[in-house]
């Protein structure tokens, strides 16, 4: 054994991981050859075809419920890293900078050292409960994603009751949050549930009846729906029929995702975390998962109920069409024929020389290899960028998600943008503002709306 | 190959199949909020005892209750019953609930439903429905509650304010002197939350 052991012990961390997953990749290519070769795997093909042609719907729901699990990970460390870095900037510090180019690999290291903590689970506490909260918590974020509209044709599942069901699924965290607060068996925790309770079931209330105005507007709780009508400029908007709305909703979605200023439930400063403080390691890892998760969220809910979800701010295509710079689509790369293969060949090394001669021939003090190697950054920029011009030209998806993104994180920063300036409330100042301010405007939203609804129907 | 109409073996229906798992739950979730001896896993049995009847709802065609099931009964009710237990539970409450010391009680009346039920469930004609059923209820649901029903839906409302404004009455009122222990202090009367006790339940080895 030794005579393994020893060459493994001289291996840095890299070396480490790079060789095992070397030996797999070998093992799995020699597999797949010898598939094709004994015609296993073609037909394993034709028969995963069959299936999923015969059960498509079946099919599409398990895709878009394991896309929506598999990109919460991605998003959430987005979030972090963006929170941590602008945050830092609104306090004159620098952020994370160790990590990764600007340190963007920060949140991915945050995460490492999460799922590499000890699980502890203390004592007196209400085992099956305890395990079970931060799943709940997490699932109800998870769960909502499913009919939050994408791009066109890129939707979970396209229900008529969209948003009943976002409201509905979204409002099962408080439960996880009075789990984990309850089972922890420590008043701090207690108090950060207590709190998450209150104040989810008080911010509610305004939360649903500040969309009701544009549910009135649409006619339809479809999300997919509502997207389609505020189709066209921005200035069919749903936020400039319901500025109000838009306030008391974003307002309320900021308690409901327990963000600062109304981030009372676990306000590290007094209750210690509140309802996290007995947990550590992945479980920790999760209620935290969710809530950047639950900020995604609600900023593409905004996006979607009042800033038009994945239309463009303004449609271009008819001023492209009127200077002539139309694009047709329609490339056939097959006509290349043998030049395909030349052009798949030859073209990045031509290119990496085409850009590295520049550099090398101004910079006196640069080697040949850097410039090579900047060359081919370069290049690859410039082949991403192009491939990424022709799926947006070619694909209405591709910019019903672009702009969709855009919008969202334009919310994601202002939620960050407010943890960093405002001071959290107390907790009277929060109940008083949902019952005596938010609700009543709320309420006076939806007469206001009913009536012009009324008398814009009476006129035509 | 698509998936065969029936499920194999059996020859039941997809929704029997699916039907018979939620009432299932149903059912145990259901016994597991009385016999258990904790209330607040209770309350939370109470909680998947209302998921799977919101589950029922959707197979019966009626996507917008079960919506409104989970919005309502999960996300308010059950949250605010959880919400008073842990403010009000403490050491020198009742051990053992209610059902416990009324178990022979409760067991005989629950015994008398289940025959009325039996009873009527079996003594009825269950013609199926004629209309097909609606992919959008919604509007319909609107037009009945709002345009055909509105005055019922008005008393129930003014019933339910009348409700509301008299639990506030109850809560607020003043109490006898000698009923105060403690000291109210003005600064803290706005405070909704008194402190929580907590060590309500004894340590698990």
């Known amino acids: ?460 | 190959m698509s998936l065969p109409e029936t499920v194999p073996f059996l020859g039941w229906a997809w929704d029997d199949l699916l039907f018979l798992f939620f009432a299932g739950a149903l059912l145990g979730t259901g016994l597991m909020v009385v016999i258990g001896r904790n209330i607040i896993r209770s309350g939370l049995w109470m909680i998947c005892c209302f998921g799977a009847l919101a589950g029922l709802y959707v197979l019966l065609g009626a996507p917008l209750i079960a919506a409104a099931q989970v919005l309502i009964y999960i996300g308010a009710i059950s949250v605010l019953v959880l919400f008073a237990v842990m403010l009000t539970q403490s050491k020198s409450g009742p051990v053992g609930l209610v059902f416990h010391h009324q178990a022979w009680a409760g067991a005989l009346a629950a015994l008398g439903i289940g025959i009325l039920v039996a009873v009527v469930v079996a003594g009825t004609a269950w013609p199926l429905a004629e209309t097909a059923r609606t992919p959008s209820p919604t509007e319909e649901l609107a037009l009945l509650l709002f345009r055909d029903y509105v005055l019922p839906l008005e008393v129930v409302s003014v019933l339910l304010l009348a409700a509301v404004i008299g639990g506030v009455f109850l809560a607020k009122r003043e109490r006898e002197p000698e009923e105060t222990i403690v000291p109210a202090e003005p600064a803290r009367e706005r405070m909704p939350a008194p402190a929580p006790a907590v060590g309500t339940r004894e340590l698990t080895p």
């Open chain 1, 1 to 460: 054994m030794s005579a393994l052991t020893r060459p493994w012990g001289h291996l840095t961390l890299a070396g480490k991981i790079i060789l095992p997953l070397v030996g797999l990749v070998i093992a799995l290519t020699l597999l797949l050859l010898l598939g094709v070769a004994t015609g296993v795997i073609p037909a394993l093909v034709l028969f995963g075809g069959s299936l999923v042609g015969a059960n498509l719907p079946i099919v599409r729901f398990i895709v878009a419920a394991s896309a929506i699990l598999l990109m919460t990970v991605p998003t959430a460390f987005v979030i972090i890293y963006m929170e941590m870095k602008f945050i830092a900037f609104i306090n004159m510090r620098l952020g994370p900078n160790r990590i990764g180019p600007w340190g963007t690999l920060q949140s991915t290291i945050h995460g490492f050292k999460v799922l590499a903590k000890e699980d502890f689970t203390p004592t007196g506490v209400d085992v099956p409960v305890f395990t079970l909260a931060p799943v709940v918590v997490y699932l109800s974020a998870v769960m909502t994603l499913l009919v939050l509209p994408f791009a066109p044709g890129l939707v979970g599942v396209d229900m008529n009751i969209g948003l009943l069901y976002f409201f509905g699924i979204g409002g099962l965290n408080v439960v996880g949050l009075l789990m984990a607060g309850w089972s922890s068996f420590n008043k701090y925790s207690l108090i950060g549930g207590l709190r998450a309770a209150a104040q989810v079931i008080s911010y509610e209330l305004p939360l649903t009846l500040g969309v009701v105005g544009v549910i009135m507007l649409a006619g339809t709780m479809s999300l997919n729906q509502i997207v389609l009508l505020q189709a066209g400029s921005f200035l069919d908007w749903f936020v400039f029929q319901q500025p109000l709305g838009f306030l008391i909703f974003f307002i309320a979605a900021v308690a409901e995702g327990n963000r600062a200023p109304f981030d009372l439930t676990e306000a590290d400063s007094e209750i210690v975390a509140g309802f996290a403080t007995e947990y550590s390691g992945m479980r920790f890892g999760f209620f935290f998962f969710a809530e950047y998760v639950a900020v995604f969220i609600l900023s593409g809910l905004i996006t979607v109920l009042f800033f038009g979800g994945w239309n463009a701010p303004l449609d271009l295509n008819p001023l492209l069409n009127w200077a002539g710079l139309s694009v047709n689509t329609g490339l056939d790369f097959g006509r290349l024929g043998v030049g395909l293969l030349f052009l798949i060949a030859l073209g990045p090394v031509v290119g990496t020389l085409l850009l590295a001669l520049p550099f090398w021939m101004l910079r006196s003090d640069w080697s040949v290899l850097k410039s090579l190697v900047i060359g081919f950054l370069l290049f690859n920029l410039l082949i991403m960028g192009a491939v990424g011009l022709y799926l947006a030209i070619s694909f209405e998806a591709v910019v019903g998600l672009f702009w969709f993104i855009a919008k969202t994180y334009v919310f994601v920063f202002v939620f960050v943008w407010m943890r960093g300036t405002l001071p959290r409330v107390r907790i009277d100042q929060l109940m008083g503002f949902a019952w005596k301010w938010l609700l009543p405007a709320a309420l006076l939203n939806l007469f206001v709306t009913a009536l012009a609804v009324i008398t814009v129907d009476a006129i035509r």
